[in-house]
């Protein structure tokens, strides 16, 4: 059986108490291998190697820094088959999904900001004369980074990549569920010429591994992705160093489809919004709005799109949805559609597993599952299902729609689907969200600011966003 080992000072360790932790597959409910239990000490290791290679790394001239990165995308893309296998083998995606977009991804993240870094330009002043003020950019010292199990390498990537192109040095905490393509990372990141302790993985638990390395002093910044409530305890942990934080956390986004809408045109795209990678991206839109004149016919034409997508073997191209990733994730989508039918909704598809050939029998399967008829004071409006689960209502009125996507503790996105752009402006401008997609889904520009409002994050990354966020900015004032 494969044992995973930490990436710390450039080697691949055992963890120190020898403690490892199973990896389940979510296709077939058996262990495919193993990966470490990391303790404290483990941590600090390596955020020791993190801590020596610091001078090194930030004294790197930007343009030798960028060299570097662009070769890490390189051979992303050169073992693009390998570690997409691999991030669908752990997350259950289809394998032409972590090929057209895990992946890819991944190797732009550092394609972006290796050309990002080379383009950054500081802001000067001058006082009428009597002194000239300018800014420094500096790096900010050891990264600690922290990436969910949904978008594995994708995500994880879209901190390293700007952290160590702004100087900094990391140590990386992926989710416990997920963490082969991190591992296979390290390799690559050797071959690439990163030196030896400016990336370092510690894989094990949120709590004791993750914690630690928000609680650990010389850790003076934090950048998250994951669930509001981990969200919340990060903060905590992190408040009595007032360490720098970013939080991309959970969502529960609203799909707005006014009457106007090509609905042939519309449906596969919405369809695609609420399911894709099982329903298992935060930006999934869960809470559709359909106005009242089309409600009837998009549900019939929705109904009748979802029932056509395949779920089954993520390794067969065929396959749109794969299994959900792990038990826990399994049974809290089952628990929250019970929820929903005790509330009133009605199943008007999906809710049970797929037929399946034996090898699948005990594997987290669910068929894509849409809801209608729920109450507007239901829980399940209010809650993140973070899985192939979205609910059905109809407003009347334009501000209807914005008033229910508002009501919300989440304010991370929303998606418009309409002719008339006047009205999707409008719109756009009074949704309290980070995010608003009109008559598209997901399209992301990495030069635009991301993150959420309300409980879904803190802060902005992205572009020049990422690039404040991983520096220091100093002004010097010189007296003429
Ligand atoms: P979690 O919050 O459970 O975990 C995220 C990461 O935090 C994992 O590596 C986890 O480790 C770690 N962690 C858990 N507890 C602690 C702790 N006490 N201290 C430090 N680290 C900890 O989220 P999921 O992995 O379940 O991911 C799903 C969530 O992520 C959803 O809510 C989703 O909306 C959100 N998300 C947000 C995105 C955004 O950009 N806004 C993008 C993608 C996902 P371990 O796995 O071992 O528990």
């Known amino acids: 059986m494969e044992q995973l080992k930490n990436f710390i000072g450039g080697e691949f360790v055992a963890p120190n108490e020898g403690k490892y932790l199973d990896k389940i597959s979510p296709m077939t409910a058996q262990k495919i291998y193993e990966l470490p239990d990391s303790s404290e000490v ?52 289809p394998l032409d999904l972590s090929r057209t977009l895990d992946i890819p991804r991944a190797a732009l993240n550092f394609r972006f900001f290796a050309s990002a870094i080379l383009h950054k330009h500081e802001m000067a002043s001058d006082m009428d004369g009597e002194a000239i003020n300018y800014v420094l950019r500096q790096p900010v010292g050891v990264a600690g980074l922290i990436s969910p199990w949904n978008l594995p390498l994708y995500l994880l990537t879209w901190k390293i990549a700007p952290a160590l192109a702004c100087g900094n040095t990391v140590v990386c905490k992926p989710s416990e569920w997920t963490s082969k393509t991190a591992f296979m990372l390290g390799s690559l990141l050797n071959e690439a010429g990163v030196p030896k302790g400016v990336v370092n993985m510690v894989f094990g638990k949120g709590d ?52 106007d809408a ?44 979802v029932e056509s997508l395949v779920v089954g073997d993520p390794m067969d191209s065929k396959t749109f949805m794969g299994p959900i990733v792990s038990k826990t994730q399994y049974d809290k989508v089952l628990s929250l559609l019970e929820v929903a039918k005790k509330d009133g909704g009605k199943v008007l598809t999906g809710g049970v597993r797929p037929e399946l050939p034996a090898a699948f029998k005990d594997g987290y399967f669910l068929r894509p599952t849409v809801i209608g008829d729920l109450t507007n004071c239901s829980e399940i409006h209010q809650t993140e299902i973070f899985g192939p689960v979205v609910t059905l209502n109809s407003f009347k009125y334009a501000h209807e729609a914005v008033k229910w996507a508002n009501n919300s503790p989440y304010g991370l996105s929303a998606s418009v689907w309409t002719k008339n752009l006047n009205q999707a402006h409008k719109i756009a401008a009074d949704l309290r969200v980070g995010t608003v997609w009109v008559n598209t889904w997901l399209k992301r520009d990495l030069r635009m600011p991301f993150g959420g409002a309300k409980a879904s994050g803190l802060g902005r990354e992205g572009g020049e966003h990422s690039l404040d966020f991983f520096t220091e900015t100093k002004t010097v004032c010189i007296q003429l």
């Open 42 to 93: 483990d941590v600090v290791l390596a955020i020791k190697a993190a801590q020596g290679a610091f001078s090194e790394w930030s004294e790197k001239k930007a343009v030798e820094r960028s060299q570097i990165l662009n070769r890490v995308a390189d051979l992303i893309d050169q073992h693009r088959e390998a570690l997409a296998r691999a991030e669908s083998e752990d997350v259950g995606k």
């Open 208 to 259: 004791p591994a993750g914690a630690y390395l928000v609680k650990h002093p010389g850790v003076p910044l934090i950048s998250f992705t994951g669930g509001t409530a981990t969200g919340e305890k990060i903060q905590t942990l992190a408040a009595p160093y007032v360490k720098k934080l970013s939080l991309e956390l959970g969502g529960k986004n609203a799909t707005i489809v006014m009457k």
């Open 262 to 305: 090509d609905l042939a045109k519309v449906i596969p795209q919405i369809a695609r919004a609420s399911f894709l990678n099982q329903g298992e991206i935060c930006l999934c839109g869960s809470k559709i709005l359909v106005q009242e004149d089309i409600y009837k016919e998009f549900t019939e034409q929705f109904v009748k799109h």
